[in-house]
């Protein structure tokens, strides 16, 4: 990755918090827990969601920067959803909490040397895990369930 391009994927990273809370207003509260089919995520489960992986990019980023080298935690998403029971926590939470740790990590990661971002930590599911490659999947992982949410707002507006 280029200088440059790191540079827009850090910029992509920051606004995604604005850029969620913006798009969710768009779609109304009545819908958030309609599922578009049983083995798919609602509005409210894909925030909720968010929020859990945020708090594990957080705890990463740090583990890149202070421990690298060591293992970062893997979790199976679907078992969280259903065994944490996201459909009965908070999405305002969820929202705030997003917002508040990515500001965090967004701070950190503006001004790094161009050394940390080859620091490599242990990823159960990924062969090289690089802290580029981290900022590579967060950069894009809120545009990509903002994308998840849309299709899910169309698909319950076309069976209205």
């Known amino acids: 990755m280029t200088l440059e391009e790191r540079k827009q994927k850090i910029a992509q990273y920051g606004e995604g918090p604005a850029l969620l809370a913006q798009t969710v207003k768009k779609f109304p509260r009545e819908m958030w827990q309609w599922k578009p089919s049983p083995d798919r995520w609602s ?3 894909i925030l909720v969601h968010l929020a859990d992986s945020e708090t594990n990019a957080y705890l990463r980023a740090r583990r890149f920067l202070a421990d690298p080298g060591e293992m970062v935690m893997a979790y199976d998403q679907d078992l969280w959803a259903k065994k944490l029971n996201y459909h009965a926590q908070s999405t305002d939470d969820a929202l705030a909490l997003i917002a508040l740790v990515r ?5 950190i990661i503006q001004d790094l ?3 940390a971002w080859s620091a490599v930590c242990k990823h159960p599911e990924h062969d090289h ?3 580029e490659r981290w900022l ?3 950069s894009g992982h809120i545009p990509g369930h903002i994308n998840q949410m849309q299709k899910n707002f169309e698909a319950w507006s076309a069976k209205k």
Not at 103 to 107: G, I, N, R, V
Request: net charge negative; proline share 6%; glycine share 0%.
């Open 43 to 45: 509005i409210h489960e």
């Open 103 to 107: 500001k965090m990590t967004y701070a």
């Open 113 to 115: 040397p161009e050394s």
């Open 129 to 131: 895990y690089t802290f």
């Open 136 to 138: 590579q999947i967060y």
